[in-house]
C-alpha cells in the first residue's frame, strides 16, 4: 500500500507538485485502486507480455532528406523564446 | 429527419454549401449542451463559400464535422479538455485532418472531451461538463462527449473522437449514435495527442453506421508518419460493407459480458437485437472469455504506465502554460503540471509512475502486459469459430452528473466492457438498439482484427431493420 511518503517521492519522480494537505487524499483514493489492481495477482500468467498487439518491431525508412516544420512555426507555441532558442529555466 | 451526411448533401444541393454550414452555427449557438471549446466560424464559412463558388469533388465536400480536441488542428487552439495547453495553437494538421481537409470536409471546431482523453463522463474537463441532450441532468459519457452530444443534438452531423478503453463508444451508446473504435493501426495516431499510445485509435461518429463508414473511407489509409499505422489491409471500401444481409452470420455472444452489473434493460435490449439478426438469417451461440474479469486492472495499470510517459511532455517550455517567476528546473516543471493537469490526470500519471517504477515494475506493468496477451488470447479463441461478437456497449444508461465523479474506482468499473477490446486491439462498433426511461442503450458489435468490413455490414443491417437510428430529440421515444 502506498504511504503518504512514496506519494510525496513518485510525484516528485513525476515532476508534479502536491502539498501536504492533499497527500493524504491522493494515497487514499491511489490505495483503492491499487488493492483492485492486486487482482492481477489472481491469476498465472506464463505468457510472453504483449506490448504491441500485432508483434510490429521497428518500422523503418530510407535515409532520405524531406522537408521539416519550420522552425519559426514551432517557436511562436513557445512561451519565452530568445534568438531562434527557447528559452527554459536555469538547469546546472 | 436526422441530419446525416446523406440529407447534409441534399440540403446542399438543394441550398447552398454556406447556408448549411451557417445553419449549423445557428444551431450551436443556442445550445444548452456545452459540447464545444473552439467554434472555427470564420474558417468555416470560407471554406464552404470556395465549394460554392469553385465546386469540389471530394468524397465529404460541404459536409461539416466536429472534432475532438486532443486531435491537431492547424490554426486551431487544441487543448485536450485541458488547463496545461491554454494558448497552444498547433502547427500542423493530424494526419486525419489533412484527409477531412482534401476530402472537402468543413470543420466546425474543436469538442469537449475528459481532460486528456482521461474519463468516462467529460466531467474532468476544464471547460466544464458537456450535458447528454437526452437529459440535460446527465454525462454524455466519454472522453469523447462532446463528439457524441453535438451529432446527438444536430449541432454537427458527424465527428471524430478517439477511443483508448471506451472513449468513442461509451458517448456514442450514451447519446444514441453510431460510434466506431478501429482495428489498431486502422487509423493514423499522427497528431493525435496522445494518451496511452498501444492503445489509443481515432474514430468517426455519427447517426448511421454509413456515414462511420464513408468516414473510415476517408481517414483510414496507410500513413508512414504513424509506425503502428498499416491501415487498411484489403482493397475494399468500408462503404463497401454497407449491405442488408446477415444470411449465415455466426454471431458469438460473450457471457461475461452480461449478468451481474449489468442492467435489466440493457441486457433485454441487446438479446432483442440479437434475436432480430437471427430473424434475418443469423445465427448465435454463447461463447466464454474466461480472462475478461482480470481486463479492467491490466487496462488501468497499461493506460496510466504509458499515459505518465506521453504526458511527461507537458513541462511548460514548449507550449502551453508558463509558469510566473524564474526558480530551478524541477520547482518549474513541478508547479506548472501541479496547476495545470487536473486531478484526475495528476492522479493517473502517479499510478502510472508508481507501476513503473523500481520494485513494481515486474509486478504491475509487465504483469498486465501478461495479462492483456490471455485476454488478446481470449478474442481470438471466441472469433476463431464466430464472424462477430455481440454485447453491451455499457453496463447501464447515462448516469447523472456528479454521480460517480467522487469515487476514480466506481467510475473505472463502467468501462469493464469496453477495455478488453482496446486490449485485444480488435475493432467495435456501437450501434443505438434501444431505451430505458427515455435514455439511449447502445450494443458493441466486435470483429477480428482488420475485419471491419464484416462488423459493419453486421451494424448496418440491424440498423436498417429497425428504426432505433430514426430517433432523435425532436421525434418520440419509446
Given at each position: 500500500?502506498?504511504?503518504?511518503?512514496?506519494?510525496?517521492?513518485?510525484?516528485?519522480?513525476?515532476?508534479?507538485?502536491?502539498?501536504?494537505?492533499?497527500?493524504?487524499?491522493?494515497?487514499?483514493?491511489?490505495?483503492?485502486?491499487?488493492?483492485?489492481?492486486?487482482?492481477?495477482?489472481?491469476?498465472?500468467?506464463?505468457?510472453?507480455?504483449?506490448?504491441?498487439?500485432?508483434?510490429?518491431?521497428?518500422?523503418?525508412?530510407?535515409?532520405?532528406?524531406?522537408?521539416?516544420?519550420?522552425?519559426?512555426?514551432?517557436?511562436?507555441?513557445?512561451?519565452?523564446?530568445?534568438?531562434?532558442?527557447?528559452?527554459?529555466?536555469?538547469?546546472? | 429527419?436526422?441530419?446525416?451526411?446523406?440529407?447534409?448533401?441534399?440540403?446542399?444541393?438543394?441550398?447552398?454549401?454556406?447556408?448549411?454550414?451557417?445553419?449549423?452555427?445557428?444551431?450551436?449557438?443556442?445550445?444548452?449542451?456545452?459540447?464545444?471549446?473552439?467554434?472555427?466560424?470564420?474558417?468555416?464559412?470560407?471554406?464552404?463559400?470556395?465549394?460554392?463558388?469553385?465546386?469540389?469533388?471530394?468524397?465529404?465536400?460541404?459536409?461539416?464535422?466536429?472534432?475532438?480536441?486532443?486531435?491537431?488542428?492547424?490554426?486551431?487552439?487544441?487543448?485536450?479538455?485541458?488547463?496545461?495547453?491554454?494558448?497552444?495553437?498547433?502547427?500542423?494538421?493530424?494526419?486525419v485532418?489533412?484527409?477531412?481537409?482534401?476530402?472537402?470536409?468543413?470543420?466546425?471546431?474543436?469538442?469537449?472531451?475528459?481532460?486528456?482523453?482521461?474519463?468516462?463522463?467529460?466531467?474532468?474537463?476544464?471547460?466544464?461538463?458537456?450535458?447528454?441532450?437526452?437529459?440535460?441532468?446527465?454525462?454524455?459519457?466519454?472522453?469523447s462527449?462532446?463528439s457524441a452530444?453535438?451529432v446527438?443534438?444536430?449541432?454537427?452531423?458527424i465527428s471524430l473522437g478517439s477511443d483508448?478503453?471506451g472513449s468513442v463508444r461509451c458517448p456514442a451508446s450514451?447519446?444514441?449514435v453510431v460510434g466506431l473504435k478501429p482495428t489498431y493501426?486502422a487509423v493514423?495516431?499522427?497528431?493525435?495527442?496522445?494518451?496511452?499510445?498501444?492503445?489509443?485509435q481515432i474514430g468517426p461518429m455519427g447517426h448511421t453506421v454509413a456515414d462511420c463508414a464513408e468516414i473510415m473511407d476517408v481517414i483510414g489509409?496507410?500513413?508512414?508518419?504513424?509506425?503502428?499505422?498499416?491501415?487498411?489491409?484489403?482493397?475494399?471500401?468500408y462503404r463497401?460493407a454497407l449491405?442488408?444481409?446477415?444470411?449465415?452470420?455466426?454471431?458469438?455472444?460473450?457471457?461475461?459480458?452480461?449478468?451481474?452489473?449489468?442492467?435489466?434493460?440493457?441486457?433485454?435490449?441487446?438479446?432483442?437485437?440479437?434475436?432480430?439478426?437471427?430473424?434475418?438469417?443469423?445465427?448465435?451461440?454463447?461463447?466464454?472469455?474466461?480472462?475478461?474479469?482480470?481486463?479492467?486492472?491490466?487496462?488501468?495499470?497499461?493506460?496510466?504506465?504509458?499515459?505518465?510517459?506521453?504526458?511527461?511532455?507537458?513541462?511548460?517550455?514548449?507550449?502551453?502554460?508558463?509558469?510566473?517567476?524564474?526558480?530551478?528546473?524541477?520547482?518549474?516543471?513541478?508547479?506548472?503540471?501541479?496547476?495545470?493537469?487536473?486531478?484526475?490526470?495528476?492522479?493517473?500519471?502517479?499510478?502510472?509512475?508508481?507501476?513503473?517504477?523500481?520494485?513494481?515494475?515486474?509486478?504491475?506493468?509487465?504483469?498486465?502486459?501478461?495479462?492483456?496477451?490471455?485476454?488478446?488470447?481470449?478474442?481470438?479463441?471466441?472469433?476463431?469459430?464466430?464472424?462477430?461478437?455481440?454485447?453491451?456497449t455499457?453496463?447501464?444508461?447515462?448516469?447523472?452528473?456528479?454521480?460517480?465523479?467522487?469515487?476514480?474506482?466506481?467510475?473505472?468499473?463502467?468501462?469493464?466492457?469496453t477495455?478488453?477490446v482496446n486490449?485485444?486491439?480488435v475493432p467495435s462498433i456501437s450501434v443505438?438498439?434501444?431505451?430505458?426511461?427515455?435514455?439511449?442503450?447502445g450494443?458493441q458489435i466486435i470483429g477480428?482484427?482488420?475485419d471491419e468490413t464484416t462488423i459493419i455490414q453486421a451494424a448496418h443491417?440491424?440498423e436498417?431493420?429497425?428504426?432505433?437510428?430514426?430517433?432523435?430529440?425532436?421525434?418520440?421515444?419509446?
Amino acid at each position: 500500500m502506498i504511504t503518504d511518503e512514496e506519494v510525496e517521492h513518485i510525484a516528485s519522480l513525476a515532476r508534479i507538485k502536491i502539498d501536504d494537505a492533499e497527500k493524504k487524499s491522493y494515497a487514499e483514493k491511489l490505495n483503492s485502486v491499487l488493492d483492485y489492481f492486486a487482482k492481477l495477482d489472481e491469476i498465472d500468467t506464463d505468457v510472453a507480455p504483449t506490448y504491441h498487439v500485432f508483434g510490429h518491431t521497428n518500422v523503418l525508412r530510407g535515409d532520405a532528406v524531406v522537408p521539416s516544420l519550420p522552425q519559426v512555426e514551432i517557436l511562436k507555441n513557445a512561451p519565452v523564446t530568445k534568438d531562434d532558442y527557447i528559452k527554459a529555466p536555469r538547469i546546472v | 429527419m436526422i441530419s446525416d451526411i446523406t440529407s447534409v448533401r441534399q440540403n446542399i444541393q438543394d441550398t447552398t454549401a454556406e447556408e448549411v454550414t451557417t445553419s449549423f452555427f445557428d444551431t450551436i449557438k443556442s445550445s444548452k449542451i456545452n459540447g464545444w471549446i473552439t467554434l472555427a466560424q470564420d474558417s468555416a464559412i470560407a471554406k464552404a463559400r470556395k465549394i460554392d463558388t469553385e465546386g469540389h469533388s471530394g468524397p465529404l465536400a460541404g459536409i461539416p464535422i466536429a472534432i475532438k480536441d486532443n486531435i491537431s488542428t492547424k490554426g486551431m487552439a487544441t487543448t485536450c479538455g485541458s488547463k496545461i495547453l491554454s494558448g497552444y495553437i498547433p502547427p500542423y494538421d493530424a494526419h486525419v485532418i489533412e484527409k477531412l481537409r482534401a476530402a472537402g470536409a468543413i470543420i466546425l471546431g474543436k469538442v469537449n472531451m475528459d481532460e486528456f482523453a482521461m474519463g468516462t463522463s467529460t466531467e474532468t474537463s476544464y471547460y466544464g461538463t458537456t450535458k447528454n441532450p437526452w437529459d440535460l441532468s446527465r454525462v454524455p459519457g466519454g472522453s469523447s462527449g462532446g463528439s457524441a452530444a453535438v451529432v446527438a443534438a444536430d449541432e454537427a452531423p458527424i465527428s471524430l473522437g478517439s477511443d483508448t478503453g471506451g472513449s468513442v463508444r461509451c458517448p456514442a451508446s450514451f447519446c444514441g449514435v453510431v460510434g466506431l473504435k478501429p482495428t489498431y493501426g486502422a487509423v493514423s495516431r499522427y497528431g493525435l495527442i496522445a494518451y496511452a499510445s498501444s492503445l489509443d485509435q481515432i474514430g468517426p461518429m455519427g447517426h448511421t453506421v454509413a456515414d462511420c463508414a464513408e468516414i473510415m473511407d476517408v481517414i483510414g489509409d496507410h500513413d508512414p508518419k504513424d509506425s503502428t499505422c498499416i491501415g487498411k489491409q484489403t482493397d475494399v471500401s468500408y462503404r463497401s460493407a454497407l449491405v442488408d444481409d446477415v444470411e449465415g452470420m455466426k454471431i458469438g455472444v460473450p457471457s461475461e459480458y452480461f449478468g451481474e452489473g449489468v442492467d435489466a434493460d440493457v441486457e433485454k435490449s441487446v438479446w432483442d437485437a440479437i434475436h432480430k439478426l437471427e430473424s434475418l438469417g443469423a445465427t448465435y451461440n454463447e461463447v466464454t472469455m474466461p480472462h475478461t474479469d482480470y481486463a479492467l486492472a491490466a487496462y488501468y495499470v497499461i493506460a496510466t504506465s504509458e499515459a505518465s510517459s506521453n504526458l511527461a511532455r507537458f513541462d511548460g517550455m514548449r507550449y502551453g502554460l508558463r509558469p510566473e517567476g524564474d526558480t530551478n528546473i524541477v520547482d518549474t516543471y513541478s508547479r506548472i503540471r501541479s496547476d495545470g493537469f487536473g486531478e484526475e490526470v495528476k492522479r493517473r500519471i502517479i499510478l502510472g509512475t508508481y507501476a513503473l517504477s523500481a520494485g513494481y515494475h515486474d509486478k504491475y506493468y509487465i504483469k498486465a502486459l501478461k495479462v492483456r496477451t490471455l485476454i488478446k488470447q481470449d478474442f481470438e479463441n471466441a472469433l476463431k469459430d464466430n464472424d462477430v461478437l455481440i454485447a453491451p456497449t455499457m453496463p447501464q444508461s447515462a448516469f447523472k452528473i456528479g454521480e460517480k465523479i467522487d469515487d476514480p474506482l466506481t467510475l473505472y468499473m463502467a468501462d469493464v466492457n469496453t477495455v478488453p477490446v482496446n486490449l485485444a486491439g480488435v475493432p467495435s462498433i456501437s450501434v443505438p438498439c434501444g431505451f430505458t426511461n427515455g435514455l439511449p442503450i447502445g450494443l458493441q458489435i466486435i470483429g477480428k482484427h482488420f475485419d471491419e468490413t464484416t462488423i459493419i455490414q453486421a451494424a448496418h443491417t440491424f440498423e436498417q431493420n429497425t428504426d432505433y437510428h430514426t430517433k432523435s430529440l425532436s421525434s418520440e421515444v419509446a
